[in-house]
């Protein structure tokens, strides 16, 4: 039982590791700090990509072959944008809540940063997000989360007198829908029509 090569020992149990890691998870997006069993997994993880241009062509071909990640910061990108495409096929539209948790992923929080960073980005993700409908401006981002929370509640109480404190879910639906009387003169046409077409009541009294 003699080890003979302790490196290929060492890179064996590494990768070992990460197939029990892949086969419970579903992904090679090993945590840095994460150790599977007694293995620094994620260390180990780190060192693959640092020496990814020194590895064997065997052993590339069999992380690549299990899906491993060598530039974690685009898997974290596209597991948003994977997140987003979920929440889209289920709700028809991209106006995620800022509390919102696909899954185990806070993808309210990722919809924020691809606004505040949208200049930053490169213009294939900026098209991409495009095309599946994001709403990049978050002042009409709050409205349309305020109108799709009204639209709810009509639907679920057949009419649109809010109460003041009522919440739709996370969504403060009585204090917006106070806001849209008190600034009605503000609004746009295709908002007031809009409000209008679902039975938005003006007059609280």
Do not use: M
């Not at 590494?14 to 029990?20: N, P, T």
């Not at 696909?102 to 505040?116: A, C, H, S, T």
């Amino acid at each position: 039982g003699l080890v003979w090569d302790p490196f290929t020992a060492d890179w064996e149990e590494g990768f070992a590791a990460l197939k029990v890691f892949k086969k419970r998870e579903g992904h090679c997006r090993v945590p840095h700090s994460h150790k599977e069993g007694a293995h620094r997994l994620g260390q180990w993880v780190s060192t693959q990509r640092r020496s990814k241009t020194t590895l064997t062509a065997e052993r590339l071909q069999r992380l690549e072959e299990i899906g491993f990640v060598w530039d974690p910061l685009t898997a974290d990108w596209e597991a948003g944008f994977a997140a987003l495409k979920a929440y889209r096929e289920r709700e028809g539209h991209c106006r995620v809540p800022r509390p919102h948790k696909e899954g185990d992923y806070k993808l309210g929080i990722w919809v924020r940063y691809q606004r505040k960073n949208k200049t930053t980005l490169t213009p294939e993700r900026v098209q991409r997000l495009d095309e599946i409908g994001l709403v990049w401006d978050p002042f009409t981002a709050d409205w349309e989360e305020g109108f799709a929370a009204l639209e709810v509640f009509k639907k679920r109480e057949g009419h649109c007198r809010v109460p003041q404190a009522h919440k739709e879910g996370d969504h403060r639906l009585g204090i917006w829908v106070g806001t849209q009387r008190a600034k009605k003169a503000n609004l746009t046409q295709e908002r007031l029509q809009r409000l209008d077409e679902i039975g938005f009541v003006w007059d609280a009294g």
